[in-house]
């Protein structure tokens, strides 16, 4: 069985959470799985579960969301840590014997595109710090969000979700 999980723009998962008949943690939900990286904000309604433990966290996830329809994972780029921890739950739902028609996805740029795109709308990113952005890229924030991960050469042969 196939466990890599397509990716998915922050659109589609702006418009779910712009959606105030769509409920976090029930319609959809956002495992997002920094390490020491999870500063500066997050994607709202998103949970927390750090790569660096998600082997042992991975039952709880299990538990609390294997029916919930579509998950979202993803990391400060969405190149390793992201990918790598929906594969991770992919297989264990397979090797749990859990059934269901949930759909993993990987957040395309992760958090570092969702805050260039999206850090000005209201509803969509919590604890927000411009200042942790613009330091750790070392650049402003317009340039962060012109720095496309769809120009990434090695990002272009990722299928994106349909």
């Given at each position: 069985?196939?466990?890599?999980?397509p990716y998915a723009d922050g659109e589609e998962l702006a418009?779910?959470?712009?959606?105030?008949?769509?409920?976090?943690?029930?319609?959809?939900?956002?495992?997002?799985?920094?390490?020491?990286?999870?500063?500066?904000?997050?994607?709202?309604?998103?949970?927390?579960?750090?790569?660096?433990?998600?082997?042992?966290?991975?039952?709880?996830?299990?538990?609390?969301?294997?029916?919930?329809?579509?998950?979202?994972?993803?990391?400060?780029?969405?190149?390793?840590?992201?990918?790598?921890?929906?594969?991770?739950?992919?297989?264990?739902?397979?090797?749990?014997?859990?059934?269901?028609?949930?759909?993993?996805?990987?957040?395309?740029?992760?958090?570092?595109?969702?805050?260039?795109?999206y850090r000005k709308e209201p509803g969509l990113i919590e604890?927000?710090?411009?200042?942790?952005?613009?330091?750790?890229?070392?650049?402003?924030?317009?340039?962060?969000?012109?720095?496309?991960?769809?120009?990434?050469?090695?990002?272009?042969?990722?299928?994106?979700?349909?």
């Amino acid at each position: 069985m196939l466990h890599v999980a397509p990716y998915a723009d922050g659109e589609e998962l702006a418009r779910l959470i712009r959606d105030k008949s769509k409920i976090s943690g029930k319609d959809y939900v956002v495992i997002d799985v920094r390490d020491d990286d999870y500063e500066g904000g997050h994607i709202t309604g998103s949970k927390h579960f750090a790569s660096g433990s998600l082997s042992s966290t991975m039952p709880e996830i299990i538990n609390l969301y294997s029916q919930v329809p579509v998950v979202y994972f993803h990391c400060t780029l969405s190149q390793v840590r992201g990918p790598k921890s929906a594969r991770m739950y992919k297989e264990a739902l397979d090797l749990n014997g859990v059934r269901t028609d949930q759909t993993v996805k990987v957040l395309r740029g992760g958090f570092s595109q969702w805050q260039a795109k999206y850090r000005k709308e209201p509803g969509l990113i919590e604890d927000y710090n411009p200042r942790y952005w613009d330091a750790e890229f070392g650049m402003d924030a317009q340039a962060v969000e012109d720095a496309k991960v769809e120009d990434n050469e090695f990002m272009k042969h990722i299928p994106k979700s349909a």
